[in-house]
């Protein structure tokens, strides 16, 4: 009997991956994709096909089967920017991005639909197999790109299971077993308002956030982890009130600050941390006052390597590719935590460069993409049948 990965058609999973690509959609207008890829699904023969109300498409292949493996993704991408032609989907020479062989190229092709299409074929190779135990269950959902997980998260709390999960976002066709976590942190400094002619009348509330921007960047020292990688912190974001157009001394002065995390670490701690630098510019200036939040926040994932799920998914891989590569992690977050919060474990490995998402240069190797659905076509033969 043929296996599941020999029987992929690599020309329609190219052309998926091509038509979800033409199809806009930012997070919170993602209804025509998620019409595209449940068509997708039924063509190809599915047992149950569903869009729920956030437009998460969940597709099951044999659903009482155990074990049943979750292969997750997610439709909606990133602000397209200055990007040129970005729903073109055209095929380019992966050579201009550094890359080999061809590429399509547009955006959200690396994060993530090249790995939503390889997900929905690989799955369908179930269909129809004698001796089928196990199942398969894609979710390919919405509002991924807020970076809390809605659509994950709502999924999983409407009834969808599983024994373990794959999460398709670019791994680099390595295995990643984690990713660090981030809290967005509001700092606010304080002034006192006067007219801009006479600013000496005031207290400028932006002057009194230099000095904490400055030990921010020379004094704060950030944790490290052997694989998930070294801690980060910067400002992404400054606002001042009451504004320039009345003529006016700040004096509210607020930046966010992107804060990486890892697995353990809390909001109180990392408050603490930062509360201690605004501490010591506090000495050296009595009238800094400095209020602080956490506004967002996102988990840090972690499986450990030695978990036999992460084995699996190795093995599946080495079958495939022909070699071996050690576990990795990504820089950026996914939906893999809030998948592992409902006791599932959860296993990364997806076709691209994270170094490419939301990029002007967003492409994925075609070579990627049908190896990958050939690697998850592997991990359902192995566990299903």
């Known amino acids: 009997m043929r296996t599941l990965a020999s029987s992929l058609d690599e020309r329609e999973i190219i052309e998926f991956t091509q038509q979800m690509i033409r199809t806009p959609s930012l997070s919170g207008e993602e209804a025509n994709v998620a019409e595209q890829v449940a068509a997708e699904m039924n063509r190809l023969g599915y047992d149950r096909v569903e869009i729920d109300d956030r437009h998460n498409v969940i597709g099951y292949i044999n659903p009482g089967g155990r074990p049943m493996v979750m292969l997750n993704g997610h439709i909606d991408h990133a602000g397209v920017g200055q990007m040129k032609d970005p729903f073109s989907a055209l095929i380019v020479d992966g050579s201009r991005f550094g890359s080999s062989g061809d590429a399509i190229y547009g955006r959200g092709a690396c994060d993530m639909k090249g790995a939503v299409a390889a997900m929905v074929h690989a799955a369908a190779t179930l269909k129809g197999r004698p001796g089928l135990k196990g199942g398969a269950v894609v979710t390919a959902v919405a509002l991924e790109e807020k970076g809390e997980g809605e659509g994950t998260k709502h999924v999983l709390s409407h009834g969808v299971r599983a024994d373990f999960a794959v999460c398709g976002e670019a791994t680099g066709m390595r295995v990643n077993v984690g990713h660090r976590g981030k809290f967005n942190v509001r700092v606010t400094t304080r002034g006192r308002t006067s007219h801009a002619c006479s600013p000496d009348r005031g207290i400028n ?41 009345s ?37 050296k200036d009595p009238q800094f006052r400095a209020h602080m939040d956490i506004v967002t926040r996102t988990s840090p994932m972690w499986i450990d390597p030695s978990n036999p799920i992460v084995q699996r998914v190795e093995q599946a891989r080495s079958r495939i590719l022909g070699d071996q590569q050690p576990v990795g992690a990504w820089l950026f977050g996914t939906d893999a935590p809030y998948i592992i919060e409902q006791g599932i474990p959860c ?6 460069n994270e170094t490419f998402a939301h990029s002007e240069q967003d492409h994925v190797p075609i070579k990627d993409v049908i190896d990958a659905a050939r690697v998850y076509a592997q991990i359902l033969e192995d566990q299903c049948l």
């Open 205 to 245: 509330a932006i002057y009194k956030m230099g000095p904490f921007l400055g030990r921010l960047q020379t004094e704060y020292t950030l944790p490290s982890h052997a694989i998930l990688g070294q801690c980060t912190c910067t400002v992404v974001d400054i606002m001042a009130s009451p504004g320039w157009t």
């Open 347 to 352: 296993v990364g490995f997806g076709p691209g």
């Open 247 to 283: 003529p006016t001394v700040p004096d509210s002065c607020s930046v966010i600050v992107d804060r990486r995390t890892l697995p353990g670490e809390t909001e109180e701690q990392v408050l603490a941390e930062l509360k201690q630098i605004a501490a010591r510019v506090a000495e």
